[in-house]
């Protein structure tokens, strides 16, 4: 169903967006993961106008999906937009790299209903801000949360709990590990 | 009437050609709010308005979700949704974990669909890993999962007519759903979550008389199927009040990202099983479910239907199976396996629409980032928040369970 045409007579390939992306927005290198799936690479700046034009121009209309990914060894956050045709049946994955010093990107509220509930997820598991997106600063699956964001690499899950969780007054513990030393084999040295 | 506001919802204005009985109270509006920048200017010292908060257990949904309902006597004025009750931060803890140690994991995300986590995570990591799933074992995740679309579509019904009062369907549907978990239990050693599907295959092929009891437990869900439709579907309180209710615009469904039932019921013929087939879909012969109303009873038709679909797509998949063959592709240590670095986006069709996974490596044991698309995302928040809006606050249940919503998947 790839390689499809598109009303307009317009053929939509994967090779056609490509070269149209990186005319216009500068875009990267592609990484052609399927023939309908591709990931691309476009600056920040540039992100908001690329995904409105893959919409508007191309036929993009479906965002399936807007998340990030921590790159924390070289400092940056990658915003993921995954954008689908329905007539070709190609979907785009265009990825965008903002510092992690200075968390902040456009918002694409305006394209899509559903879009500001991505990003009022990422204000609150990543950190990155939407200036313009409305109830962005509200809690989305957290309330009372005062460590950082949870979903960043640097965000210690077992520390938290640990920390947060242990000991707890009236619990017991049962490790297997202490219980062989103390109970069953209290005279090896294990 | 479809205008859209600047807080990118919208607003609705019902279909004025006479069909769908209107609930909202047009003809005065002097004791509802106004609305400016398109939400409702509610001030809570007048004491016009109550908060009311529905959930977060409900038994029409599989999961924990409240609804924080402002009222102005018995019409809603605001909704707005809360997850994170269950929330167990699945995609985190995945970067902890090695690749084969996921699989108990991700099947937990959904609980009355876990092979669509198992199947998705798993086509991820075969597909950086460039793994081949032997012909058999796809024939086999794709019974289980017309299986799994099967048992929570039975889940989902009962819920429905539960909703609106109908309790006794949902004691059938559940016993039914049962005979379904058995013949998971048969095949896996599990009825809920089954962790079946591993990568490069399944963990086993059809146990000795399986088809037997399979055959038996579709025909009784068949029959099943045929009291519900003379039941609930046939029922006047059904009619009057789904019908009208929980309107979905067919421009409203790129603009929230609508997908599967909720979609194809405005008109949208859309599915990924015919629009990107997965698997053996593509050798199966169904056609797409639609219909035109676009209202919660519209849902309901198509899922009815598409349960039938199901039953006769599992009947097609068992003749398809092949009797012998391989259903396991050899790994290396996965207890040592290092996926090579990549990044990779798979989708399949649930019972709500559209479920997805997204995967990147950066070829240590461990993957560096999963991300969990399911519909709930959409429907149980950007839709139900605008849906609710003017509707009677006695719909409130019905609406939210009609959009099959599993608050789990929001969470992850």
């Given at each position: 169903m790839s390689n499809a045409t598109i009303a307009g007579g317009r053929e939509v390939t994967p090779e056609v967006i490509y070269e149209d992306l990186i005319a216009?927005?500068?875009?990267?290198?592609?990484?052609?993961?399927?023939d309908d799936l591709m990931f691309i690479t476009v600056p920040q700046a540039e992100a908001v106008a690329a995904i409105t034009h893959l919409k508007?121009?191309?036929?993009?209309?479906?965002?399936a999906f807007f998340t990030a990914v921590d790159l924390i060894e070289r400092n940056l956050f990658r915003l993921t937009y995954m954008l689908h045709s329905y007539e070709a049946s190609i979907d785009v994955c265009l990825q965008a790299d903002i510092s992690r010093d200075a968390p902040i990107a456009d918002t694409i509220h305006h394209l899509w209903a559903g879009a500001s509930t991505y990003e009022r997820e990422l204000k609150e598991m990543f950190g990155i801000d939407f200036p313009?997106?409305?109830?962005?600063?509200e809690p989305f699956a957290l309330e009372g949360w005062d460590e950082?964001?949870?979903?960043?690499?640097?965000?210690d899950t077992r520390a938290y709990s640990e920390r947060t969780?242990?000991?707890?007054?009236?619990r017991e513990k049962h490790d297997k590990v202490d219980i062989m030393k103390n109970e069953l084999y209290p005279e090896v040295d294990l | 009437m479809i205008t859209n506001p600047p807080h990118g919802g919208l607003l609705r204005t019902r279909p004025t050609d006479g069909k769908a009985p209107l609930r909202?109270?047009?003809?005065?509006?002097?004791?509802f709010p106004e609305h400016r920048d398109g939400r409702p200017d509610i001030d809570?010292?007048?004491?016009?308005f109550l908060k009311v908060w529905q959930g977060p257990?409900?038994?029409?949904?599989t999961g924990n979700m409240s609804l924080e309902l402002t009222v102005s006597g018995d019409e809603v004025v605001e909704c707005k949704t809360h997850v994170g009750?269950?929330?167990?931060?699945f995609e985190k803890l995945m970067e902890r974990r090695l690749y084969i140690q996921n699989f108990p994991l991700v099947?937990?995300?959904?609980?009355?669909?876990p092979d669509f986590n198992e199947y998705l995570y798993a086509a991820c990591v075969e597909d950086l890993a460039g793994i081949e799933v032997p012909e058999r074992a796809n024939w086999l995740r794709l019974l289980t999962l017309e299986m799994a679309r099967l048992t929570s579509f039975l889940m989902w019904i009962g819920g429905q007519a539960g909703s609106l009062g109908l309790g006794t369907i949902g004691q059938w549907t559940v016993t039914h759903r049962d005979y379904m978990l058995d013949l998971f239990e048969e095949l896996s050693?599990?009825?809920?979550?089954?962790?079946?599907?591993?990568p490069g295959g399944v963990r086993d092929g059809l146990p000795e008389g399986w088809t037997d009891h399979l055959a038996d437990v579709l025909a009784r869900v068949e029959k099943l199927l045929g009291e519900i439709d003379l039941?609930?579907?046939?029922?006047a309180v059904m009619k009057a009040r789904l019908k009208g209710l929980g309107y979905i615009d067919p421009a409203m469904v790129d603009h929230y990202g609508i997908t599967g039932p909720n979609a194809r019921a405005s008109g949208i013929e859309r599915d990924i099983r015919k629009d990107?087939?997965?698997?053996g879909y593509d050798q199966l012969d169904f056609e797409v479910v639609t219909a035109t109303e676009g209202d919660a009873y519209a849902r309901l038709e198509v899922r009815l239907a598409e349960m039938y679909q199901s039953i006769d797509l599992i009947r097609q998949i068992v003749r398809k199976i092949?009797?012998?063959?391989?259903i396991h592709t050899k790994l290396p240590n996965v207890l040592q396996w290092r996926v090579p670095a990549g990044q990779t986006w798979h989708r399949a069709e649930c019972t709500r629409g559209e479920y997805g996974y997204m995967l990147v490596s950066d070829?240590?044991?461990?993957?560096r980032r999963v991300y969990v698309k399911g519909p709930s995302y959409t429907h149980a928040m950007a839709v139900m928040e605008d849906l609710a809006?003017?509707?009677n606050v006695a719909d409130i249940a019905g609406l939210m369970v009609s959009l099959h919503t599993y608050p789990p998947e929001v969470e992850r």
């Open positions: 216009r927005f500068k875009a990267g290198s592609p990484d052609r993961r399927r508007e121009h191309w036929g993009f209309r479906h965002l313009g997106c409305p109830r962005v600063d950082i964001p949870p979903m960043r690499r640097d965000f969780f242990f000991p707890r007054d009236g | 909202v109270f047009d003809e005065d509006r002097s004791l809570l010292s007048s004491g016009k257990q409900h038994p029409g949904i009750y269950l929330h167990r931060g099947c937990r995300i959904c609980v009355p669909e050693g599990g009825r809920i979550y089954h962790m079946y599907i591993i039941v609930m579907l046939h029922n990107q087939p997965y698997l092949p009797a012998q063959g391989p070829g240590t044991d461990k993957p809006v003017n509707t």
